[in-house]
């Protein structure tokens, strides 16, 4: 069963501090990692995709991957309130067919 | 370009009853896949289609089935409803190629009674 695995949380952090989530998968063949980012209420947003190992910026959010040590990372810089929600580590199977969630951990940002 | 639209909305169902759930994605995506999203199970796969093929299925019972037309329109069934299957039920879709970004529409909420 391939899993992928996040910290539960609640991660609580100031404003203007960086955030680190994380997150670990057990298929060893995976290719291609997401973070998503859910609302209360909403659908899940894609905000990051990496498929290298290494660090891929965009704006205040880098995700970092470590294929050897199966880990992905999202770091989020000068956090904001609005940054407060859901994230969701996602990562491909090998054939590109499915994603399989992480059960995400919430974040929370306090001005 | 539009995203990716879901309906309806909202739906109650009483058990035993079947439902039918409908997904227009992105234009010129190809690939739909589904997924039911509950507090204990989190975001589950529930099967994926390419240009009308089911590629992969994921681990649910017989009683959830799906297709996808020509213009990459997809429907899932969901038969003999059960208290278990009140969920958010989500469509992504995704271009098909290299890169398996895929994007959500708002989800389809499911309440059975």
């Known amino acids: 069963q391939k899993e992928v695995e996040q910290n539960s949380g609640p991660l609580s952090v100031p404003e203007g501090a960086i955030a680190s989530l994380n997150c670990t998968y057990s298929?060893?063949?995976?290719?291609?990692f997401f973070w998503y980012r859910q609302y209360s209420g909403k659908s899940p947003e894609l905000i990051m995709s990496i498929y290298s190992n290494g660090d891929k910026e965009d704006g205040r959010f880098t995700a970092q991957l470590n294929k050897a040590s199966q880990y992905v990372s999202l770091l989020i810089r000068d956090s904001q309130p609005s940054d407060s929600a859901t994230y969701l580590c996602?990562?491909?199977?090998?054939?590109?067919?499915?994603?399989?969630f992480g059960k995400g951990t919430t974040l929370s940002v306090s001005s | 370009k539009a995203g990716v639209t879901q309906t309806p909305r909202y739906l109650i169902k009483t058990r035993g009853q079947q439902v039918t759930l409908s997904c227009s994605p992105i234009s010129g995506h190809r690939s739909v896949s589904w997924y039911q999203q509950t507090p204990g199970q989190g975001l589950q796969f529930l099967f994926e289609y390419f240009s009308e093929t089911q590629r992969n299925k994921g681990n649910f019972p017989g009683r959830f089935s799906g297709r996808q037309f020509s213009n990459s329109r997809s429907e899932m069934n969901v038969s003999t409803l059960e208290l278990g299957d009140s969920a958010l039920y989500l469509c992504?879709?995704?271009?098909?190629?290299?890169?398996?970004?895929?994007?959500f529409g708002p989800g389809t909420r499911l309440t059975v009674t």
């Open positions: 996602a990562v491909a199977n090998q054939a590109g067919t499915a994603l399989i």
């Open positions: 298929d060893r063949g995976s290719q291609s």
């Open positions: 992504a879709s995704a271009s098909g190629g290299a890169t398996y970004e895929q994007y």
